[in-house]
């Protein structure tokens, strides 16, 4: 590792410094991290100062970063202000990023150090003025008034709910057009937090995406109220998002529960849904299958599904791999997946390598090296090849002697 380290791999000198200040060699694991801070690379600066830190030198993480910060680097900002506030300079952190309040991602650590600088209402105006500013289009087709940072209503709410204010930022929540953000819903955690669950039971009847149900059913579940979490998933949803989602969300509930077969009954109705027989539902049902011991009914399934089709595309094929090796049949998995017309090699060598055919899958692999090195890589490793390995993921990528013909003609030129 510190051969490679010092041949400018980042990865193994970030590693090296972790082991060495891990048995207290922090002047040796600066040492190492040195040569890439130097560059000023930003990513090194971070590594360095995240050390020093944690070491209780914040005041030398703090002249490290600020520079960097200084120059207006976006990922450097948040970072330094972030470290300023952790560390008594709340106001300075505050007023480093108010001009940024437009950055959604900025304007979020924004809101995050106003509350321990006693800074809420200073944010809050900010964030106030971006949500009532005018805006217009060039499209005159387009309706609506775009919010900059589109986080702003998000952001005020969780500052209003941070001074107590509740009705107002359930208030400002309802006026948002994109509810659900990483399938979480702001309005609907925050009614749960406050316990109105009647509030956020009627909310749960009407929002489309079903993430609100999702919120209300996890609070029930906490509270030992089961049936009532299966309920909330039971009842008719306003989309086909919802219906899918729900019934998938509702079978995990059940064998959270030790109801298997009540699960299995609901993944099959999806399944057997007009259009329900997509890729991910029936990979959810199969699974599920092998997860109860029943790696025979999903191929059963798959069988069915086969015959309906005529044909086994890829995508259900794929599942049928995993069951055939639960039911102890991995040969016969090899032999088919080599035969299938789209002869996926990585997924191949995988059932090879969990085989201990292990030569096997490099050999498949090696002739495409350029596309599944990491993939070949780890197999290597797996055999003792380390350095071979290495010089394989060390290889420089191939650079086309031409360009695409897509691109030429971007350019407007001729081959």
């Known amino acids: ?3 490679q380290a010092g041949r400018g791999e980042w990865f193994c000198a970030r590693e090296q410094a972790r082991l060495l200040a891990e048995r207290g060699r922090r002047a040796a694991a600066l040492e190492v991290l040195a040569p890439y801070v130097a560059t000023g690379w930003w990513t090194a600066v971070e ?69 321990g600088a006693g800074r809420d209402d200073d944010a809050a105006a900010l964030l106030t003025a971006r949500i009532e500013e005018p805006r217009t289009c060039d499209d005159p087709t387009y309706r609506r008034r775009v919010i900059e940072p589109s986080n ?21 929540l309802r006026t948002r057009e994109t509810t659900s953000v990483n399938d979480r819903d702001q309005l609907a ?26 919120c209300l059913a996890e609070v029930l579940e906490e509270r030992g109220d089961v049936e009532g979490a299966i309920a909330v998933y039971r009842q008719p949803g306003g989309s086909l998002f919802r219906r899918n989602h729900g019934a998938v969300r509702l079978a995990e509930l059940l064998v959270r529960h030790g109801r298997g077969d009540e699960a299995t009954d609901v993944l099959r109705s999806l399944a057997d849904a007009s259009g329900g027989a997509e890729d991910w539902i029936v990979d959810m049902l199969c699974t599920h299958y092998a997860d109860q011991g029943r790696p025979e009914d999903g191929l059963a399934y798959l069988d069915t599904l086969k015959e309906r089709d005529g044909e086994e595309g890829w995508e259900f094929f794929r599942i049928r791999l995993p069951l055939l090796v639960a039911c102890g ?16 090699t990585w997924a191949i060598a995988e059932l090879l390598a969990d085989a ?33 390995a290495v010089a394989l993921l060390q290889r420089p990528k191939p650079t086309p002697s031409t360009l695409p013909q897509d691109d030429l003609t971007a350019r407007g030129t001729s081959p």
């Open 1 to 3: 590792m510190e051969f």
């Open 47 to 115: 590594a360095a100062a995240g050390m020093l830190e944690e070491w209780g030198r914040s005041d030398e993480a703090i002249a490290l970063a600020r520079p960097h910060a200084e120059a207006g680097k976006r990922s450097a900002l948040r970072f330094f202000a972030l470290l300023l506030a952790r560390h008594g300079k709340g106001d300075e952190a505050f007023d480093l990023l108010r001009p940024h309040v437009g950055d959604g991602w900025l304007a979020a650590a924004l809101v995050d150090i106003a509350g």
């Open 152 to 172: 702003a209503v998000d952001l005020l709410a969780a500052i209003r709910e941070r001074q107590g204010r509740v009705d107002e930022a359930i208030d400002l």
């Open 189 to 214: 955690d925050l009614l749960a937090r406050q316990d109105r669950i009647e509030e956020l039971r009627a909310y749960a009847a009407v929002e489309s995406l079903g993430t609100a149900a999702q």
């Open 329 to 344: 049949r991995r040969d016969e998995a090899i032999d088919l997946a080599m035969a299938h017309p789209e002869h996926d």
């Open 356 to 388: 201990g055919r292990t030569e096997e899958a490099i050999a498949l692999l090696e002739p495409d090296e350029d596309v599944v090195g990491p993939v070949l890589a780890w197999h290597l490793i797996d055999l003792g090849r380390v350095r071979d």
